[in-house]
């Protein structure tokens, strides 16, 4: 089936530490984007890519860092600099210039 | 800077009522108005979509208004269901520098349907 798989679904980490999320899609979707979301609040923008190589800071990058070396791949580091890094992150993907955005089904980061 | 607001944060409705969601938003660049539903837990899906060339869109229960003079839209939920109680997410986005080429999205309503 295709879709958009991110892993893990639950993550903890210590305070210093780097995560990495995964995100991997089978759409053929050129772009790929990762979002955040906290309680109550809306959906922000981390990072996104619309072409292998090449990515673009959100509204919130500071503390992430990302890499697009496959098409179908768009991992996520959330590194030590991330203040305040618990919440829940999600992974979409669509075509350049089409409006439908897809979304995985999340990944929760608890840093205790 | 938030260029789509999004209102009411939450929404309490009996079964069978009708939620009204509104957005308004600021690019008039924009040119493509999805929303988004939300389960707890789970990723957004898409809704229904909207282009400003038409002034409402139906789809099922679901009915989108649009005022391009007043850049506003709106979701309309007819004949609520428990099983419709998410959270719903507008959204905007358009092509070119102006519109940033991504999707720009309001703070999301959480919609509680009593049975």
């Known amino acids: 089936d295709g879709g958009i798989t991110q892993s893990p679904k639950y993550l903890f980490r210590k305070e210093g530490q780097n995560v990495t999320l995964s995100c991997e899609q089978n759409?053929?979707?050129?772009?790929m984007y990762w979002y955040r979301q906290d309680p109550g609040q809306g959906l922000r923008l981390i990072y996104y890519?619309?072409?292998?190589?090449?990515?673009q800071k959100g509204d919130i990058a500071e503390g992430y860092s990302v890499s697009r070396e496959k098409k179908e791949s768009f991992p996520l580091t959330v590194t030590s600099a991330q203040k305040n890094p618990t919440a829940f992150y999600l992974c979409?993907?669509?075509?350049?210039?089409?409006?439908?955005?897809?979304f995985g089904e999340g990944s929760r980061l608890t840093v205790l | 800077q938030q260029q789509v607001k999004q209102s009411p944060q939450s929404l309490i409705v009996q079964k069978g009522g009708i939620p009204i969601i509104n957005c308004a938003y600021e690019?008039?660049?924009?040119?493509?108005f999805p929303w988004y539903q939300q389960f707890p837990g789970k990723g957004p899906a898409l809704l229904i979509a909207?282009?400003?060339?038409?002034s409402e869109k139906k789809e099922g229960r679901f009915t989108i208004s649009f005022n391009k003079s007043a850049k506003q839209f709106s979701l309309h939920i007819m004949d609520s269901q428990p099983g419709d109680s998410a959270t719903y997410f507008c959204?905007?986005?358009?092509?070119?520098?102006?519109?940033?080429?991504?999707?720009?999205f309001g703070g999301g309503t959480r919609v509680l349907v009593k049975p």
């Open positions: 890519s619309q072409i292998v190589n090449d990515f």
């Open positions: 909207i282009r400003p060339d038409v």
């Open positions: 759409l053929n979707h050129d772009a």
């Open positions: 979409a993907s669509n075509f350049l210039n089409t409006g439908e955005l897809f």
């Open positions: 959204a905007a986005s358009g092509r070119g520098e102006a519109a940033g080429n991504k999707l720009t």
């Open positions: 690019n008039t660049a924009f040119d493509y």
